[in-house]
């Protein structure tokens, strides 16, 4: 079964879109700028920008120095990724994307009964403050079995990185790295199409 993309003015649809979020047929990709700015329980979600910043100074600190001006984001996580130690890596991400906080109107929309969301967002945000379950990159599951509202998590989870040792690749922020989650998680990618 394949479906097309339709493109909707916001003004112009906001009946059609009340019909999609009531038949369960409108399924919401969330980005960074959902959590950015908002509290955890040692700093701040970063937003891409941010993000992206503390990597060209942590490599630059590591004697790496590129245009970055030029540089993606996945350009700089590939250099970052390889040379910055595991530890610092993992620090920042522990401070700065778990205990994430919500306000209320984006808690809100977490209470609207989607089929499932994907988000972009590596940080706890989305399942801290809802019924979500997050299924992370790289996973051998199949959203079948869960009797659960699920949360995919294209970027990876912060409370896996945590966990892992160092050493082991814990982020999808590179295009590399993207690439072998997409193989990987084909069956992700194919669940509507069945």
Same mark, same amino acid.
């Given at each position: 079964?394949? @479906?097309?993309?339709?493109?909707?003015?916001?003004?112009?649809?906001?009946?059609? =879109?009340?019909?999609?979020?009531?038949?369960?047929?409108?399924?919401?990709?969330?980005?960074?700028?959902?959590? &950015?700015?908002?509290?955890?329980?040692?700093?701040?979600?970063?937003?891409?920008?941010?993000?992206?910043?503390?990597?060209?100074?942590?490599?630059?600190?590591?004697?790496?120095?590129?245009?970055?001006?030029?540089?993606?984001?996945?350009?700089?996580?590939?250099?970052?990724?390889?040379?910055?130690?595991?530890?610092?890596?993992?620090?920042?991400?522990?401070?700065?994307?778990?205990?994430?906080?919500? @306000?209320?109107?984006?808690?809100?929309?977490?209470?609207?009964?989607?089929?499932?969301?994907?988000?972009? *967002?590596?940080?706890? &945000? =989305?399942?801290? *403050?809802?019924?979500?379950?997050?299924?992370?990159?790289?996973?051998?599951?199949?959203?079948?079995?869960?009797?659960?509202?699920?949360?995919?998590?294209?970027?990876?989870? &912060?409370?896996?990185?945590?966990?892992?040792?160092?050493?082991?690749?814990? @982020?999808?922020?590179?295009?590399?790295?993207? =690439?072998?989650?997409?193989?990987?998680?084909?069956?992700?990618?194919?669940?509507?199409?069945?």
């Amino acid at each position: 079964m394949t @479906s097309k993309i339709k493109v909707l003015r916001f003004e112009n649809c906001i009946a059609e =879109i009340k019909t999609y979020i009531n038949n369960s047929t409108l399924i919401p990709v969330i980005g960074a700028g959902f959590s &950015a700015g908002n509290e955890t329980s040692k700093g701040i979600v970063p937003n891409g920008k941010q993000m992206k910043q503390f990597m060209i100074e942590k490599l630059s600190q590591n004697g790496v120095n590129v245009n970055y001006e030029e540089k993606s984001f996945s350009q700089i996580a590939k250099y970052y990724n390889r040379v910055i130690d595991a530890s610092i890596r993992k620090k920042y991400i522990v401070d700065n994307f778990i205990g994430a906080k919500l @306000s209320q109107k984006s808690k809100n929309l977490l209470t609207i009964n989607w089929p499932y969301i994907y988000t972009l *967002n590596i940080d706890d &945000a =989305i399942e801290r *403050n809802s019924d979500y379950i997050s299924i992370g990159p790289n996973k051998d599951l199949e959203q079948t079995r869960y009797d659960a509202k699920i949360l995919y998590k294209l970027h990876g989870t &912060a409370q896996d990185i945590a966990f892992l040792k160092d050493g082991d690749d814990f @982020s999808v922020f590179d295009t590399e790295q993207y =690439i072998n989650s997409l193989t990987k998680n084909k069956w992700l990618l194919d669940m509507d199409s069945k």
